[in-house]
């Protein structure tokens, strides 16, 4: 009998001890047990661009249907720059009307010398994937897959995607395209992405397109008679094969799969206001695509929390003011303009620092502000500095850290000249008492 009470007392001790480790350290133990059944994978803050995990971010990967995220940007770009309308109608071109038919790809079974709207080829390509749907709006937009082609890529480099490759509009393999493979590229070529590189596409265009939410989070939408839907399982489904996957605020992003890529996903959900874009590149199933995102997102959403890092008016103690030359005052305080927010670990909040970056062509050769000066004029900025132990940067680079502007709290005026006159003088005759006291002091 006291065995057994001696061995069920380090049992529970050993237990004890356990939880009292995670709960000490939530962050760091909740990181290392993701243990993500993916090849790579990236996790980020979709208001401040921090990278929350990273796995392999930079290696290229062929995205799948997730390259159509691209196609998707410069639709609603096209929208937004009046180009063309949700309501401009096009028919569908020999090259798109066989890929739909094609049992390869994933098609909704286009039919020629219709008129289709703009919003409903684009509600087939984003909801269920389609192929034909997407290469008939890169015609629209461009004239030609291999034009609209050279526009993806042209985006990719001025949105910053650091690891891309695009080849054709869909994310299929080139080789599966036959004799239509875009002019311009290689008949066997295919779109490369890094996870990073999909994990700001996705970033750029939930921010700024949030109307792309509005139909990635449709779980069925109609089609010439047809219930087309969502191939995203973590929507809020009903459908008892799909609820298991179901995770609460997702309301996006894109599905791929291809044999060469396996089964990718990028997700985002939002949650209190926060939103968080995940991306898991080659994974083993359709399945497990989902249960690796929920990793993720249950990772970002438990471990880290926006807050008010630095508020509206801050100034560092040891530098609340800048001296000021040929003015009424000498010295004018110094303050950030608007608040930083940050995505914050729990247990890190002493892991935030800020740095001054005062704008050197605003200063004189002594290190001064010129006088006259204006209230609220900007002379630096302030950044955030984490001093953590995982630091994977920001989604945009790092040169991108958070950072507000540096603004004078009050305006100074220059001085008469009569004031400058008598400080000129006052000057002269304090560097000659200070040359006599030198020379002086030399005698002795």
């Given amino acids: ?3 057994n009470l001696k061995a069920s007392f380090f049992i529970i001790m050993a237990v004890f001890i356990a939880c009292t480790s995670l709960i000490a350290n939530p962050g760091k133990a909740s990181a290392e047990s993701l243990d993500l059944n993916a090849e790579s994978a990236i996790l980020v803050d979709a208001e401040t661009g921090k990278i929350l995990y990273a796995k392999q971010p930079d290696i ?13 940007y410069l639709v609603l770009e096209a929208i937004d720059e009046g180009q063309i309308s949700w309501d401009t109608t096009t028919q569908i071109s020999d090259y798109p009307y066989q890929i739909s038919a094609s049992s390869i790809s994933s098609g909704v079974g286009l039919t020629q010398d219709i008129d289709y ?9 984003a909801i269920i994937s389609d192929n034909g749907t997407t290469i008939a709006l890169a015609e629209l937009i461009a004239g030609s897959e291999g034009e609209f082609v050279k526009m993806m890529n042209e985006k990719a480099e001025e949105m910053g995607l650091p690891d891309y490759q695009f080849v054709n509009s869909t994310g299929l393999s080139n080789s599966d395209l036959g004799e239509n493979y875009p002019e311009g590229t290689e008949p066997d070529a295919e779109n490369l992405m ?35 839907e969502n191939l995203n399982w973590m929507l809020p489904w009903d459908n008892v094969n799909f609820k298991q996957f179901g995770f609460e605020g997702v309301d996006g992003l894109k599905t791929g799969w291809t044999d060469l890529a396996g089964y990718c996903f990028t997700g985002t959900a939002e949650r209190d206001g926060r939103r968080l874009i995940s991306v898991v590149m ?3 199933s359709k399945e497990a695509r989902f249960e690796e995102t929920a990793k993720l997102l249950d990772y970002g959403f438990s471990q880290f929390e926006n807050k008010e890092a630095y508020p509206e008016g801050y100034q560092k103690e040891d530098q609340t003011s800048l001296p000021v030359a040929k003015g009424k005052e000498d010295q004018v305080e110094i303050a950030a303009n608007q608040a930083i927010n940050a995505a914050v670990k729990k247990g890190e909040e ?3 620092s800020v740095t001054y970056n005062i704008d050197q062509d605003k200063l004189n050769e002594d290190g001064e502000l010129v006088a006259p000066i204006e209230e609220g004029e900007t002379v630096g900025t302030m950044e955030l500095a984490y001093e953590g132990e995982a630091d994977y940067g920001y989604i945009t680079g790092q040169e991108a850290a958070q950072s507000v502007d540096l603004v004078t709290k009050a305006s100074v005026e220059k ?4 004031a400058l006159s008598m400080s000129a003088v006052g000057s002269f005759f304090s560097n000659i ?8 002091k030399g005698w002795f």
Avoid: C, Q
């Fill in 60 to 72: 290229k990967l062929p995205p799948a249907s997730m390259t159509k995220m691209m196609t998707e």
């Fill in 433 to 440: 008492f200070s040359s006599v006291t030198d020379t002086v």
């Fill in 350 to 352: 002493e892991s935030y």
């Fill in 117 to 125: 709207t703009v919003r409903e080829l684009y509600e087939a390509m």
């Fill in 415 to 418: 001085a008469n000249w009569f």
């Fill in 194 to 228: 890094s996870a990073e590189s999909t994990a700001l596409l996705a970033y750029r265009l939930v921010n700024d397109y949030p109307e792309a939410l509005e139909i990635s989070s449709k779980m069925t939408t109609e089609f010439e008679g047809k219930t087309l």
């Fill in 1 to 3: 009998m006291k065995h």
């Fill in 282 to 284: 080659k994974t083993d």
